[in-house]
DNA sequence: TAACGACCTAGCCAAATGGCTAGGTAACGG
DNA sequence: CCGTTACCTAGCCATTTGGCTAGGTCGTTA
């Protein structure tokens, strides 16, 4: 078969999702859903069984949310004819960059994308362009046209975070997590300056839009 | 015809979502998808058209994210013969409390929903039982159980938090509303009470989850 | 080896916040 | 008319925070 279809992984915890996606891409014959994971270790596998052509994945398959990214960067490294679609369910300067800039080739949001955008993105990317949403491409702009380029937190930095979300103080948090308060407030600057913040709140707004939490 | 298909109307604003939906439903003869609506307006209109037996939405279709809790009110009131099932993204404990309150039948959460746990809970809301999807029955019962009752933010509340999401401090938030610091103070005392916050990151945080900003 | 990043600690001070009491108005429904 | 709710304002004071400078270790990488 001189034009066999486009082999698709599906990667996404969500049912109704995963269904749906099928549904759509299926009412277009050059396009095959060969398999479907709901977990990290599930898209590794599955990639290295299938070796897709696409696939399109959902960064949020479980509790570790930088997990995803990792994922998309094992996927194109190991696997350069695979393109990585990423779907979103939300959009965040952060998660973008990175995740382009660990090979995605596209970055769509569940939210906001039709139904044939999809089918036509898929056929972009395959023809080696990358596909951004609608206001994806704004994001993009922004943060290069930014002079504080896009730094990510740390693992530290990160718990920290969630400790302040919970509520508590600079000493609650150093009790939980056994070292000084100026360590807290040592990771809480260096958070505030990498998501360009001056509050903690606002560095929990940050954290929270962006799916860290 | 005596047993006539259950008429199910589903309001989403994300097309995945609504394809996934429909096809997991229609996989049973006994149910038909007879409408899908995308914003508020559109689901009021569909109901007053329709007049389905069932309504499946999601109660984030717009920017105004309590609208949907008063679309729940307002269908559940008018049309008692209509049951109204919510599927929502997020799981937050007053969201919850606050659709039951006013007339939910049911409460799922898209993430953890099975496919064939669908059909069943719309079988049982039909059948007068109230369906909580998991993980949502424990948090009505730690909710019935707590001694603060969830009580819902005002809407001036929620414009108060969300500048603090923005990283502005009191005065600053005083001058962008036009009021004085210590009503900024008063309105996030209040917050923090009714959410059982004792921080401005915690505030935020919570209403975050709720979906509220 | 040197440089780097992630991590940890200390102290200072002005500013912001949390928690409290104690008032006020306007609108709405019983 | 009265109670309730949302909304608005004021002041007090202890605690927390933001922003800063100035150090340190450890492991990896060039």
Redesign the pocket.
């Known amino acids: 078969m001189p034009n066999a279809s486009t082999r698709i992984v599906i990667a996404d915890r969500n049912v109704i999702t995963r269904v749906g996606l099928r549904s759509i891409l299926e009412r277009n014959p050059g396009f095959a859903v060969i398999a479907e994971a709901t977990s990290y270790d599930a898209v590794i596998d599955a990639v290295d069984e299938h070796g897709p052509d696409v696939l399109i994945i959902d960064l949020d398959l479980g509790d570790d949310t930088t997990r995803g990214l990792k994922v998309v960067e094992e996927v194109t490294e190991r696997y350069p004819t695979t393109k990585v679609l990423v779907l979103a369910n939300t959009l965040s300067e952060m998660i973008v960059v990175e995740a382009l800039r660990r090979g995605a080739n596209g970055y769509l949001c569940k939210d906001d994308v039709k139904a044939d955008e999809l089918g036509k993105g898929i056929k972009a990317i395959q023809d080696g362009e990358t596909v951004l949403g609608k206001g994806v491409g704004n994001l993009v702009a922004h943060s290069l046209g930014s002079s504080r380029q896009t730094?990510?937190l740390?693992?530290?930095?990160i718990d920290v975070i969630k400790h302040?979300a919970k509520g508590?103080?600079?000493?609650?948090?150093?009790v939980a997590?056994?070292?000084?308060?100026?360590?807290?407030?040592?990771?809480?600057?260096n958070a505030?300056r990498k998501l360009g913040?001056?509050?903690?709140?606002?560095?929990v707004h940050r954290a929270s839009a962006a799916g860290l939490l």
């Open positions: 730094e990510h740390t693992d530290r930095e302040v508590l103080s600079t000493k609650q948090i150093a997590m056994f070292i000084s308060e100026s360590t807290i407030k040592f990771h809480l600057q505030s913040a001056h509050r903690r709140a606002e560095i």
